[in-house]
């Protein structure tokens, strides 16, 4: 089983960074994949970044280039750097991990970006 916490969301202007920090209860690489995903009012949930075990990263098309996601395995900790935020980031963000055969989520935290 896993648990994850995220936090660092929040309220920003348009062009504007924030990152999003998830921490595990076990050790990240006994975690298979770990990554975000989102989901804006009235929208399904989506993929935002994944990184697998091995290192791999994967992005969706629309933040390529603007997020970054990394890990800190000395904190069991997955990051999400977000540049040049456009408002239609706004979404709440949940973390996700995929463990042996089971999916695990974050509680979910709020990023609005608006001017």
């Known amino acids: 089983q896993v648990q994850l916490v995220e936090s660092g969301g929040g309220l920003v202007q348009p062009g504007g960074s924030l990152r999003l920090s998830c921490a595990a209860s076990?050790?990240?690489?006994?975690?298979?994949?770990l990554g975000w995903y989102r989901q804006a009012p009235g929208k399904q949930r989506e993929l935002v970044a994944i990184?697998?075990?091995?290192?791999?990263?994967n992005y969706a098309d629309s933040v390529k280039g603007r997020f970054t996601i990394s890990r800190d395995s000395t904190k069991n900790t997955v990051y999400l750097q977000m540049n040049s935020l456009k408002p239609e980031d706004t979404a709440v963000y949940y973390c996700?991990?995929?463990?042996?055969?089971?999916?695990?989520w974050g509680q979910g935290t709020q990023v609005t970006v608006s001017s």
């Open positions: 076990r050790n990240i690489f006994s975690i298979y994949a």
């Open positions: 990184i697998t075990k091995g290192g791999n990263t």
């Open positions: 996700y991990a995929h463990f042996i055969a089971y999916d695990y």
